[in-house]
């Protein structure tokens, strides 16, 4: 901490509480001085400040001490007087402008940082003018009636030795007349020292004349009570001084001029004459004076005695009422003795002894509740407390005690208690206690706007000061202070505040204040003519659509107001209006890979490169690709650039942010780019034989947005964003030349007069150079420069009527276009479709000679094209023949089926090669996207089970549910896949669907009964081939006439080979499945709202619906149900067929074990509850009332008949072993020998089967089947 004496309210005690000297000088004095620029105050002010003076000084004790520092005030009389207020106050005003004027020039310049404030030495942080300003404040109280430290110590009087009459001269100087008013009224003491000095011109007066006048004052006034001062020995009056010392006393006028009559001996004169006079004459007046007023003083109120005698006398005045003004005290009073006393004490350093006059005096003021003058001495008392570096908590209590007592005289008292709340912030910033000095300047701010701006700032700075700093607090009272300086026209102080605290709240989320600061810079820097910084401050509030509209439209109107002004457009580069997305930023560009819409190109690069992989050849050498072949071909410099073409544009899509509420015109949008063209970089595609080469090296290097550019054309877009809209703005360069081209950034025009730019140097950019291969991380200026070759011949593509939205299972007849606007031709075309499923390729020359859908139906000459039993390939070869140039156009038949519901991304790329074109690109890829939306129509399943009638029949349930939100469909026709499966009604169509459409929701189930055409044989296995008819069946009444679809044919039988894949069967077709298709239409009666086009086919794909069943085996038994026999003369022998099939996927061992019947066993046993398949009972006949029950056998009762009937035998083997093959059927032959007639139920043998456990060929599983009742009816012959 510093010493208070060196500090900053030291220094200022020092010079404002110090001796003031009067001065009295005849008119040619002035005129003499005047010669050098001066008054005769001013010549010798500079040298009224002892820093070493050393004199030895005894105040009231025996004591000496020695006295280093020390100052003379000089006054002319005329000016010892109470200033008056409204002079003082525009005396201040003037200060504060001319530094406002000084300043100027540093508010062209960045506002300051505030890293750089806080790293600053504390006595850099304020502006140097603030001293300068207190000094004045408290010098607008200077010459107070109830202060004596501005009384004057001691006369001056000043003759010229060209004054007529000098002794009379000096007489007539201390006239009573020429004398201060205080000192005639009796507020100040007349009897004051007085000193006489004779000024000799060196210039053109004699010095015999000053001899006799020096002489005759010394025997008039005493010898030591006289000077003699020569000046202006300079004869030309042109000296100049290297360190003039009244440069900084008389600023307005030239250093040069200064003095220049004075040589360095007068200086010196000068110097010595008032070190003597402060020394010889003012110090030992005023110890002398000291002395002798505290004898007088101890003598009337020191001591026990006189201190009650002093309280006595003064009991009576308590009932005074209070006076703002207290009590007046003239010079020759005690309580003025006493002042007087502690002053001089104070003036002369002697702290302790001016302590204890202020303490003796304080109580008497209050006593007299003379308020103002107990004010003052407290204030004086903490003053001196702070100095003598006694108790802080005391000055701070003195000080605290005067300022209020000040504030409570009102308005009277107010400028004391400013200079008192001065005196003490320096106290407190003295004792580092920044803090509590803001808060005592902010106590002194009072109404009047321009001095409570000057103390408010002076309280931010104290906020910077605090350990932390208080940074908001800072900001916040610098910018109070700034609105009070533009309320009162200082606006370059104004300005000054507010980009202070611009340091403070630009890194900060407070934006209503940051807008608030950067809006009104930007006006008052228009105010004082700095256009341009203004509009620069303008354009940070145009980001602010957090404010209400009102506010906004008030921060553009006067933001184009000031642009206006200037009378220019303005180039703004990070304009804010509208606000760029940067993150959005994304490069289009067509290298070998181009894209027929913006749609394609936004695709992600993966999904291109694992559908290009097919179609792509490798080149030379094994596996090399395109961009390892580029790396050789390019200059090592490009190497790492993207290469685009001539004639091609490059594309740029940025996001574009209105971040007001109010609708905003962007106009002339546009890329900025440079082209810059070299010839010996860019022959690449030239023939290296070329004779012509040109000169070496030719460079152009063009920039601009303008379209007249003959090396390349930028696109210029206007639209208009409404109040917080986004907008996705796509801009292009297209380069007419070989070169690099570089997009630098963008720019526009906002309201004609300012032009916005915005470069790309410093942000990220996705651009659509995903290359097949790892590289190195391009930086994001490289990512915006492109390497242009010439020009190539360039694929466009597009499918026609390709609806957005449709029906699942909506088949759509479509055409490819591709066309080549180049001259080169283009060959080897191929094409590979993401989704097979929902597309595929017709054939060129098929001629539709009826109209979709009817050129699918059954009818047509045509070849019938068997469905190829392997998948097609997934690439698409167009003919050898085809090839496309010169704007030529290839229509190609394409059919699409919406295979499932959702949104579906449909990828399409077109592989084409070029020749003689380029030796850097020798293919080139199309690139097509489009989204399908297709909706739900009909959802099918089917059940299939084996038929209780015949083996090679089964029964099919079909379950049909409308999933549409609306769409009503009608049920066309339902076909079996293939030539093995016949498929046949078992109801009435009518009776299917009887309201002939299947509304939105409704479900439907309708059955089917199908027959395997297989011929079943124990070594091979033929199909024989059905009518088309027997394989499809008409599910419609109306329009009998109206032919079936034919399903064998392309293109659906292409799609139900897709479908067959998709739906999860493997290559080998397994005979013990049934692939169906439904074709179903929309209803003429359905409103086909969500689907645009209405679709007029669709067709639904059911593929391997197996053939459900409870039993791995399935058989019958055949052979005669009735016979007659003669049994008169032999046995009857009765041949018989079982027929067994493996429902199962494995092999299966049979092992058929017949029973012989016995007597008692002839009659019929009860069915087994497991036993499957089916059997079959002859109808009862008038032969056949013999038997008791035949419908009762079956349920195990024996006939009356048969107790009595011989039994029979099976004759053949008694058991049989085979082994069948997985879904194969065999026939083995028994035979029965009957010995009597009647009717015998051959159930008699049963099955035992053993398969192997699915997935574990070591373990198998097994069972047993009983045989089903067959009744065999023999009859004895006539």
């Known amino acids: 901490m510093v010493e208070p004496v060196n500090s900053s309210l030291g220094k200022m005690l020092l010079e404002e509480v110090s001796p003031v000297v009067m001065v009295l000088c005849t008119p040619l004095v002035e005129e003499t001085f005047l010669r050098n620029g001066l008054s005769f105050v001013e010549t010798l002010k500079p040298f009224c400040n002892f820093s070493n003076i050393d004199v030895p000084v005894r105040t009231s004790g025996d004591q000496l001490y020695r006295l280093k520092k020390f100052t003379l005030r000089l006054f002319y009389a005329s000016d010892i007087r109470q200033p008056n207020v409204e002079v003082a106050k525009q005396r201040l005003e003037h200060v504060i402008t001319q530094a406002g004027e000084k300043d100027f020039q540093d508010l062209k310049s960045d506002p300051p940082q505030i890293t750089d404030i806080l790293s600053n030495p504390e006595s850099e942080i304020a502006p140097t003018w603030f001293q300068y300003y207190n000094k004045e404040l408290i010098r607008t109280l200077s010459f107070s009636d109830h202060e004596a430290f501005d009384h004057p110590v001691a006369c001056l009087l000043v003759v010229s030795s060209k004054d007529e009459e000098p002794i009379n001269k000096f007489v007539d100087l201390f006239n009573a007349n020429r004398l201060p008013s205080l000192l005639n009224d009796g507020a100040m003491d007349p009897k004051i020292l007085k000193h006489y000095l004779l000024v000799h011109d060196n210039q053109d007066a004699t010095t015999e004349r000053t001899s006799k006048v020096l002489s005759e004052m010394r025997s008039t006034f005493g010898n030591n009570e006289c000077n003699l001062l020569c000046t202006n020995s300079s004869k030309e009056g042109n000296m100049e001084h290297q360190a003039n010392p009244w440069a900084s006393f008389k600023s ?174 320096e106290m407190l910033k003295a004792r580092a206690q920044h803090k509590e000095a803001a808060s005592v300047y902010f106590r002194i701010c009072g109404e009047e706007p321009l001095h409570a701006a000057v103390m408010l700032e002076q309280a931010s700075y104290c906020f910077v000061l605090t350990r932390p700093a208080m940074l908001h607090k800072y900001g916040f009272h610098l910018v109070l202070s700034g609105d009070r300086y533009k309320n009162c026209d200082q606006v370059n102080h104004a300005i000054r505040t507010y980009r202070s605290a611009i340091s403070v709240y630009e890194s900060t989320t407070w934006s209503h204040i940051k807008d608030h600061v950067y809006f009104h810079i930007g006006q008052w820097y228009a105010i004082v003519g700095l256009h341009d910084v203004a509009v620069r401050n303008m354009l940070k509030v145009l980001d602010c659509g957090y404010q209400s509209k009102a506010t906004q439209e008030i921060f553009l109107r006067d933001f184009f107001d000031i642009v206006k002004k200037t009378g220019m457009k303005h180039e703004v580069v990070g304009l804010q209006l509208p606000v760029i997305n940067m993150s959005s930023l994304q490069v289009i560009y067509d290298d070998h890979r181009t894209y027929a819409s913006q749609a394609s190109a936004l695709v992600e690069e993966s999904i291109w490169q694992s559908l290009e992989d097919d179609i792509i050849p490798s080149l030379n050498s094994g ?216 597309f595929t390729p017709g054939n060129h020359e098929e001629d539709l000679a009826t109209e979709f859908p009817d050129c699918l139906k059954k009818g047509d000459e045509r070849n019938i094209v068997q469905r190829e039993t392997n998948r097609p390939s997934s690439v698409f070869a167009f003919p050898e023949d085809v090839s496309l140039q010169e704007d030529r156009s290839l229509r190609w038949p394409l059919w699409l089926r919406a295979a499932i519901p959702g949104t579906i991304s449909l990828y399409f790329t077109i592989y084409y090669e070029m020749e003689n074109v380029s030796s850097i690109m020798k293919y080139r890829t199309l690139r097509m996207h489009y989204n399908l939306q297709v909706l739900p129509s009909l959802e099918t399943s089917f059940k299939i089970s084996p038929s209780p009638s015949r083996l090679q029949e089964f029964l099919v349930r079909m379950d049909i549910v409308n999933r549409a939100n609306s769409d009503s469909f009608e049920i066309y026709q339902l076909s079996t896949v293939g030539c093995r499966w016949g498929i046949s009604l078992l109801q009435p169509v009518d009776t299917i669907l009887p309201s002939k459409s299947l509304l939105a929701g409704q479900a439907l189930s309708c059955f089917f009964m199908i027959k395997d055409c297989k011929k079943s044989g124990t070594e091979e296995e033929k199909t024989t081939s059905l009518p088309p008819s027997q394989s499809d069946v008409k599910l419609f009444t109306q329009d009998d006439n109206e032919d079936l679809f034919d399903i064998v044919n392309s293109p659906l039988a292409s799609f139900h080979e897709s ?174 020998s009957v010995f009597s007639p009647g009717i015998y139920n051959l159930s008699s043998y049963n099955l035992n089967w053993e398969l192997p456990e699915h997935g574990n060929a070591s373990s198998t599983s097994s069972g047993t089947c009983q045989g089903y009742p067959y009744y065999l009816t023999v009859l004895q012959s006539e």
């Open 252 to 425: 307005r006028v030239s250093a040069d001029k200064l003095g220049c009559a004075l040589t360095g001996d007068d200086i010196v004169e000068i110097k010595d004459l008032i070190q003597e006079f402060a020394s010889r004459h003012i110090i030992p007046y005023m110890e002398q004076k000291v002395r002798e007023l505290n004898q007088q003083i101890s003598a009337t109120r020191k001591g026990l005695r006189n201190q009650i005698k002093n309280l006595w006398w003064r009991k009576g005045k308590d009932d005074v009422p209070d006076t703002t003004k207290g009590s007046m005290y003239t010079f020759s009073s005690t309580e003025s003795q006493i002042r007087i006393l502690g002053d001089y004490a104070f003036m002369l350093h002697d702290y302790e002894f001016a302590l204890s006059s202020y303490r003796l005096i304080s109580t008497d003021y209050k006593l007299d509740k003379a308020w103002k003058h107990y004010a003052g001495v407290q204030e004086m008392m903490g003053l001196a407390y702070f100095i003598s570096d006694q108790s802080k908590k005391e000055a701070e209590y003195c000080m605290e005690n005067a300022f209020s007592t000040y504030m409570k005289l009102g308005k009277s008292g107010f400028q004391n208690a400013t200079r008192c709340g001065l005196w003490w912030a």
């Open 623 to 838: 596996k090399s690709n395109w961009l390892e072949l580029q790396s050789k071909l390019l200059p090592k410099k490009y190497k790492e650039s993207n290469v685009c073409v001539a004639g091609e544009s490059v594309k740029v899509d940025l996001e574009f942010r209105n971040p007001l509420l109010i609708c905003t015109s962007i106009t002339s949008v546009s890329l900025i780019c440079e082209l810059t063209a070299n010839s010996d970089d860019l022959k690449l595609d030239k023939e290296p034989s070329s004779s012509s080469l040109g000169p070496e090296s030719s460079t152009e290097h063009n920039q601009g947005t303008a379209s007249g550019f003959s090396s390349f054309t930028v696109s210029k877009v206007d639209f208009t964003l409404a109040g917080g809209e986004k907008k996705l703005v796509r801009l292009t360069v297209t380069p007419s030349e070989e070169g690099i081209l570089k997009i630098v950034g963008v720019r526009w025009e906002l309201s004609g007069s300012i032009v916005g730019v915005h470069h790309f140097q410093s942000v990220p950019v996705k651009a659509k150079t995903a290359r097949g291969r790892r590289k190195n991380k391009l930086t994001p200026t490289d990512a915006l420069k492109f390497l242009v070759i010439k020009s190539l011949p360039r694929l466009e593509g597009s499918i026609d009527h390709l609806p957005e939205k449709l029906h699942a299972g909506d088949l759509r007849y479509l055409v490819l276009e591709l066309k080549n606007k180049s001259e080169s031709p283009i060959k080897n075309l191929k094409m590979k479709i993401s989704h097979p499923r929902f």
């Open 1059 to 1232: 479908e067959r894949s998709c739906q999860g069967a493997s290559d080998q077709v397994n005979p013990n499945t049934v692939d169906f298709i439904l074709i179903s239409r929309l209803a003429k009666s359905s409103n086909p709202s969500a689907v645009p086009d209405s679709p007029k086919i669709l067709s639904h794909h059911s593929c391997h619906n197996s053939i459900r069943s409870s039993n791995p085996l399935s058989w019958s038994l055949d052979g005669p149900q009735t016979i007659y026999h003669d049994f008169l003369t032999s046995l009857c022998e009765i041949k018989l067929k079982m027929t067994i099939r493996n429902t199962t996927d494995g092999l299966s061992s049979v092992s058929i074990n017949t029973i012989d019947c016995l007597p008692d066993a002839a009659a019929p046993t009860p069915s087994s509850g497991n036993q499957s398949g089916w059997r079959y009972l002859p109808t009862v006949t008038e032969e056949m009332k013999l038997t008791s029950d035949v419908m009762g056998s079956r349920l195990g009762k024996s006939p009356s008949s048969m107790e009595t009937s011989p039994p029979f035998i099976w004759s053949g083997l008694s058991s049989t072993k085979v082994q069948i093959q997985p879904l194969s059927t065999i026939e083995i032959p028994l035979q029965l």
